[in-house]
């Protein structure tokens, strides 16, 4: 969820360009949905070009054919008047007469019907093409002369390959916009929700996303997973010479994973009480409890990586969030209203952890292995104690893999233990990290799995717990 381009000159017209291109492939696709007979999602996709490029009246004229189909008549008026005004082209104003007069024709507005049928004429159309049109106002046929076809989607879909959930509902958040707020109680380690991205981004390219790949990205959806994109939410509208397109993916996106229409609604907090994790082999993001979560709380997830967030100030965090994600935090960690002291506190633990680990590769780990164990446990105290219930296992490893290193298999199981049950709650038993620590409880003496295990004999660390 970020954007690291943020700096960049764009001309007006240079702007024009990509704002046409990308409402060029919002418009094709809206004719592959009309054409499949999803009119909503048609109707949806040709008003997203229309606001991409309000002048062109192609999206228009193309959006009062879908209204014709809806037998939204009133709408269809509107549509085809507003293409009359905006196209120059002859054929193209000849369709929007032809559209206005049915849609006119089916309010029973017969003279006003008969009207654009005229000017059709004056437009150079020939006669035979609207003789039936004429036939019909003659007759004052009642009956539409529009199939109805059967609509085959929803205005704002699911995405199909979403799992169902009813775990939470999209509510106001205020300054945030939308949130998710838990429908009922939630567990740690429970799963809250599921998402296949839209697309699939890998770790590496993801901060490479740029006007071009997120185009190209975009181009490869279904119809109704364009809407759904389109419906996510914008914060990087200041920077002109970025796309739409990218600046939606950079502001939903996951690192390592893409945008989940689902999990991509969840807002930030620096005390989260949620996980998002993307389970590569499966393809597959899922969102985790972190801690119990109560009836009608907010549902929140860490934008920033975890050092990013428990080893930093509100301060910093708040600089990163602002020059990467485009806003300023107003979790419970970061907000003044909850009281100054409380985040000078805060600032002081996080200060703190950063200290310790920063200090970790630093410790000798034949003769300071009890320091670098006892920094272990304060590290993962002061996390709890900010109600940060994440990443313990960033230390737990760092524990277990120092008393492996002194044969201490009791302890190092012991630390295992704890990292296995931080990835179980938290990313998933089928996580890779989650199965690293399996491994390593099944066998802590596997030097694969901890480097130097078994290279120092006699200490004992059983007194070091948390
Ligand atoms: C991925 S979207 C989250 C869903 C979004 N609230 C919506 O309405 O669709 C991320 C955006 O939500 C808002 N947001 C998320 N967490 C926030 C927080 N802790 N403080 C302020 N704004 C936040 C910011 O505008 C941010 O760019």
């Given at each position: 969820m970020s954007l690291t381009y943020t700096s960049g000159e764009i001309s007006t017209r240079e702007r024009n360009e990509m704002m046409t291109s990308i409402a060029e492939v919002v418009k094709n696709k809206g004719n592959e949905a009309f054409k499949d007979g999803d009119y909503k999602i048609a109707r949806s996709l040709f008003s997203h070009a229309m606001a991409f490029?309000?002048?062109?009246g192609v999206y228009v004229l193309n959006r009062s054919a879908v209204n014709l189909k809806l037998n939204e008549w009133k709408d269809a008026e509107n549509d085809a008047a507003a293409a009359l005004q905006l196209c120059r082209d002859p054929g193209l104003k000849r369709k929007a007469l032809y559209r206005r007069s049915q849609a006119k024709r089916e309010q029973g507005l017969t003279g006003e019907a008969r009207e654009d049928l005229n000017a059709f004429l004056l437009e150079g159309g020939k006669r035979e093409d609207i003789e039936e049109e004429y036939q019909k106002l003659d007759r004052g046929l009642?009956?539409?002369?529009v199939e109805n076809l059967?609509?085959?989607?929803?205005?704002?879909?699911?995405?199909?390959?979403t799992l169902q959930d009813t775990a939470y509902e999209m509510k106001d958040s205020g300054l945030k916009g939308l949130g998710a707020f838990a429908t009922r109680k939630l567990h740690r380690g429970e799963v809250i929700t599921a998402d296949i991205p839209l697309f699939h981004i890998p770790e590496a390219l993801h901060y490479a996303v740029s006007n071009k790949l997120a185009m190209q990205a975009v181009r490869r959806l279904e119809p109704y997973e364009i809407v759904s994109f389109l419906s996510l939410k914008n914060s990087?509208?200041?920077?002109?010479?970025?796309n739409p397109l990218s600046a939606i993916y950079h502001t939903n996106a996951f690192d390592g994973c893409g945008v989940c229409?689902?999990?991509?609604?969840f807002n930030h907090s620096c005390v989260p009480n949620a996980r998002f994790a993307f389970l590569k082999s499966r393809g597959i993001g899922r969102m985790f409890a972190l801690r119990d979560i109560t009836i009608g709380e907010e549902i929140c997830v860490s934008y920033l990586s975890g050092r990013n967030v428990y080893g930093s100030t509100s301060e910093e965090r708040q600089l990163r969030l602002l020059s990467f994600y485009g806003f300023r935090c107003t979790c419970t960690a970061c907000s003044p209203e909850d009281g100054l002291e409380r985040i000078r506190a805060s600032d002081a633990r996080r200060r703190q952890i950063k200290v310790i680990w920063e200090r970790l590769p630093n410790?000798?780990?034949?003769?300071q292995a009890e320091s670098h164990l006892n920094d272990c446990v304060t590290a993962i105290k002061l996390l709890r104690e900010e109600g940060y219930?994440?990443?313990?296992d960033d230390f737990a490893i760092e524990a277990s893999a120092l008393c492996a290193m002194h044969s201490d298999w009791e302890s190092s199981t012991y630390w295992a233990g704890v990292m296995f049950e931080a990835g179980l709650r938290e990313?998933?038993?089928?996580h890779e990290r989650t199965q690293n620590a399996w491994s390593i409880l099944q066998n802590p003496q596997d030097s694969r799995r901890q480097?130097?295990?078994?290279?120092?004999r006699g200490q004992r660390f059983t007194n070091i717990r948390l």
């Open positions: 490029e309000p002048e062109n009642e009956q539409s002369p059967p609509i085959t989607a929803t205005e704002q879909p699911t995405n199909t390959r990087h509208t200041q920077h002109q010479h970025v229409i689902r999990a991509s609604r410790y000798n780990p034949r003769t219930y994440a990443d313990a990313l998933g038993f089928d480097a130097g295990a078994g290279m120092f």
